[in-house]
């Protein structure tokens, strides 16, 4: 018999109990157990008392110089409501045993494990990232607050807010193979282990066990292909390779709860995929089955079941305090999935809703989130194509207006990037612009300030958005391509 057994919530604690006779003690021995918390080590109070002890069989016959072996059973409950599921942590079992009124007892320690899934928080394009965010598992609790280190990173968010452009990725293309990923709409997920301290659900795994990993198990391990994700992968500097591509989608829905068949996502969107950094990039470029030059599995893909692990009270990093190198597990250290959306084309504007399993083990959680497809529009931008510079106080002035064709309120902040021919760049941001259901935020005033030195210079103007829909998470991303209005180019004369 172990010493100390970890057992799953919901499931049962078993282990064998052997009785010997010694001599000519003989008798029909009855059995009772009495199960206790470990003081202070349970993530709520007192819920003891619906863990059932139970024998198998309930009652032995113990001859002389007889050997008797029987199973004890400690059932806990599982459950979605926690006022009736099993508190994780310590507890101690006593068992008795009474063979003609003398009672023999043994301890058995055992504890109950679990995790959770929640709360979620945005980010947007600003995240400040740890130094486990490369594999997608971060230990930070920067996501508790709004800032870290005195940056702006987002706060408690339920959903996405991206707009319906396409933002396919094209890693190879650009020659950054995470950026582009990194740089998509996110929101973290926050992972929690229960079940006492250095003694319950431990993670430091990076292939599923054991990891708290997202999985969807509706698709195939190794995705769904997406054909507009199909990329040309460069070999000794010549494309025309075509890497065909797929991706690790999370069952979707509609706005009515109808789920998204897989055959529409893959041909329209949106993708909402569990993963950053590498965990993404696998998850959502190679699909590396039939490719002539890389064989499957070359590049380390652990499939859509495990891409994206988190790591709660992670035994793979040490505590400050561990001694000699040595792994201690962090505890009551929560960790985060990280979930990009994106666009492609044909993504419809929206609101959807989406799912997010996490398992460990037999162990299997589920949230659900929510993603807003939006397509607001530049539909007026007024400037002078020649600004001289002596009548203009040196200032470039311009006016913008963005409407809202979405039901609901959109809060947008839209940014004007030129690029001069003498190689200056100017930048203009306006302010965070609430705009009403099918309404529209019109002249809107913005401005460049210029330099003498710029006299005689040709400038290119474009646009981008940042869109939420609260005013804190703007995490929707635009290029504001939707108007003839957002591009234009200006003149600097004397």
Request: aromatic share 10%; charged share 5%; net charge negative.
């Amino acid at each position: 018999m172990p010493n100390s057994i970890t057992i799953l919530r919901g499931g049962t604690v078993a282990t064998d109990l052997v009785l010997r006779s010694f001599g000519n003690f003989a008798g029909t021995a009855t059995f009772a157990a009495s199960v206790g918390p470990v003081t202070g080590q349970q993530d709520s109070c007192c819920l003891t008392n619906n863990i059932t002890p139970f024998f198998s069989p309930a009652t032995v016959n113990l001859s002389p110089n007889g050997v008797v072996d029987l199973t004890f059973f400690a059932s806990t409950v599982g459950s979605s409501s926690p006022t009736t599921q099993t508190s994780t942590g310590n507890y101690t079992a006593v068992v008795t045993a009474t063979i003609n009124g003398v009672p023999q007892m043994v301890t058995i320690t055992f504890t109950v494990v679990d995790f959770s899934i929640g709360p979620s928080f945005c980010t947007g394009g600003n995240l400040t990232e740890s130094s486990e965010s490369d594999f997608g598992a971060l230990d930070s609790p920067q996501f508790l607050n709004d800032t870290f280190a005195g940056i702006f990173i987002g706060g408690p968010c339920s959903s996405l807010t991206i707009t319906n452009q396409p933002n396919i990725l094209q890693p190879f293309l650009g020659g950054n193979l995470f950026g582009e990923v990194d740089n998509a709409q996110m929101l973290w997920v926050r992972t929690n282990a229960y079940g006492g301290i250095n003694t319950g659900l431990v993670t430091n795994g990076f292939n599923g066990t054991p990891a708290v990993a997202a999985l969807n198990n509706q698709i195939p391990a190794n995705g769904i292909g997406v054909p507009q994700l199909a990329v040309d992968f460069p070999v000794n500097g010549t494309k025309g390779f075509t890497w065909p591509s797929a991706a690790c989608v999370l069952p979707t829905f509609w706005g009515n709860g109808t789920q998204i068949p897989y055959s529409y996502l893959r041909t329209h969107g949106p993708l909402i995929i569990p993963g950053t950094g590498i965990w993404a990039f696998l998850s959502t470029i190679f699909n590396r089955q039939g490719h002539p030059l890389v064989p499957p599995g070359a590049l380390g893909n652990w499939g859509c079941k495990f891409d994206a692990g988190a790591f709660p009270n992670d035994a793979g990093t040490p505590d400050n305090n561990a001694a000699n190198g040595v792994n201690v597990p962090r505890t009551n250290n929560p960790d985060y999935f990280g979930i990009v959306a994106m666009a492609i084309e044909g993504t419809l504007p929206g609101s959807y809703t989406f799912q997010l399993c996490g398992q460990a083990g037999v162990l299997q959680h589920c949230t659900t989130l929510g993603l807003n497809v939006v397509n607001p529009n530049v539909h007026q931008f007024v400037y002078s194509k020649t600004v001289s510079f002596s009548a203009s106080g040196g200032v470039a002035r311009f006016k913008l207006g963005i409407d809202n064709p979405t039901s609901f309120t959109l809060y947008v902040q839209d940014t004007v990037t030129a690029v001069g021919s003498f190689g200056d760049t100017l930048t203009a941001v306006s302010p965070v612009l609430t705009i009403g259901p099918g309404g529209a935020a019109n002249n809107v005033f913005l401005s460049f300030q210029l330099t003498a030195s710029m006299i005689g210079e040709t400038f290119t103007f474009s646009q981008s958005m940042i869109v939420g829909t609260d005013p804190v998470n703007l995490n929707g991303l635009s290029s504001a391509t939707t108007s003839t209005k957002a591009t234009g180019t200006f003149r600097v004369t004397s």
